[in-house]
């Protein structure tokens, strides 16, 4: 009987495969894991940084091909795993008190420097996204004088308390859940005093007990306002991505928004440019750029930050948004389903990125059976 293949021959065998953002390999990277020798057999499995990475299923594949290519190994087994890195906090700035919420590895607030722009319709499919990815996530709606995601998500309740009068997220889609709209009684607007606003997202923050998230996505109220503010100086968050629609494309808007962000170092984690391009339903292959095609990239470029993507425009994301099923969720094949998709993965990446410290480098957990 032919020898076994060897540990280190299986990791020169994954070596080649290299981690697109890290440029390194995933063997150096340390994300192989538990590597498992069984006579012709090999298991093993790799770790990525984010359940939500875009590369997943061609790491899989690579991998799965290239051990399966050595002499002695018949059956391969590979186990793609996510151990969500920690992004550094920010925020705060100089003398400012951020909050901590251990259990949250990342929070990413997603803004805007105009209103009705799409921050609460990105909010959600990012969200949604990265919970059929497998991760575990929370969406905190802190738009405090108009609340959305109850409607958004199709979720509804009253918060229960407990007895240490904390705040339990609702649960719902899969995700934990906290908006004003879950404290109020009917959908008036609601009118609150600066200091009232500080003390509602700052208990938001602490008073909820969020427990452990891989993402906590912060729906974050228009404008660089009173909510706002508190929160890009309280909340610990990892990064912020602005929204800007195509006819609303101001630098000075744009601007506006990720200043807000810059002041107290939280990382831009990149433009996404929504309501871009109109495809009728009879033209499928057309695209038409009714307010202009490349703005928003422009912008970003401008501005020296990423650009994540278009979203185009889709009646379905109105009406099927307004009646608590979001896009991804109702027609996950549809262009802007896909373009939402595209854009958590680009963000997760950054966020991986971001994330203090590379992983320890691999070999320490390898195991041997039967050799
Ligand atoms: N790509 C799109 N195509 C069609 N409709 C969209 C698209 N994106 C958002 N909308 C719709 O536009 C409206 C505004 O979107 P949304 O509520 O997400 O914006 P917002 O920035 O959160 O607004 P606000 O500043 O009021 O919080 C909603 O009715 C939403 O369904
Ligand atoms: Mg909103």
Not at 235 to 241: K, M, Q
Request: with cysteine; proline share 7%.
């Amino acid at each position: 009987m032919a020898d076994s293949v060897s540990a280190s021959q299986v990791l020169d065998a994954l070596r080649p495969i290299i981690d697109p953002d890290f440029q390194k390999s995933i063997v150096d990277l340390g994300f192989v894991k538990d590597l498992k020798i069984d006579g012709t057999g090999v298991a093993f499995s790799i770790e990525l940084t984010t359940p939500a990475c875009p590369v997943k299923a061609e790491f899989e594949r690579a991998a799965t091909e290239r051990v399966q290519a050595l002499d002695g190994v018949d059956d391969v087994a590979v186990t793609m795993t996510a151990n969500t890195r920690q992004a550094s906090r920010t925020g705060g700035g100089e003398g400012q008190q951020t909050v901590d919420l251990p259990g949250v590895k990342n929070i990413i607030a997603v803004a805007s420097g105009k209103g009705g722009v799409g921050k609460s319709t990105t909010a959600i499919n990012l969200a949604i996204t990265l919970r059929d990815e497998g991760a575990q996530v929370g969406i905190l709606d802190a738009d405090v004088y108009g609340p959305s995601l109850s409607l958004l998500a199709g979720v509804h309740g009253r918060p229960d308390t407990t007895p240490d009068r904390k705040i339990m997220p609702i649960v719902g889609q899969g995700m934990k859940l906290m908006s004003m709209a879950f404290f109020m009684t009917d959908d008036s607007p609601v009118i609150w005093r600066g200091p009232m606003v500080h003390g509602l997202v700052k208990q938001f923050l602490t008073d909820v007990r969020w427990g452990e998230l891989d993402y906590l996505i912060v729906d974050m109220p228009p404008g660089t306002g009173d909510a706002a503010l508190t929160l890009t100086q309280m909340a610990p968050l990892s990064g912020a991505v602005i929204v800007t629609t195509a006819n609303n494309l101001s630098l000075i808007d744009a601007r506006k928004g990720l200043q807000m962000f810059e002041k107290v170092g939280v990382p831009i984690l990149g433009i996404v440019e929504n309501m871009s391009f109109f495809t009728p339903p009879d033209a499928p292959d057309k695209q038409y750029y009714i307010f202009g095609q490349g703005g928003g990239e422009r912008v970003a470029k401008e501005l020296g930050v990423d650009f994540l993507g278009e979203v185009p425009i889709d009646p379905r994301i109105a009406e099927d948004g307004d009646a608590g099923r979001p896009i991804v969720v109702s027609q996950p094949d549809s262009p802007s389903s896909q373009a939402f998709r595209r854009i958590t993965g680009k963000v997760v990446r950054k966020v991986a990125m971001l994330a203090v410290n590379s992983p320890p480098v691999a070999d320490a957990n390898i195991t041997w059976v039967n050799s």
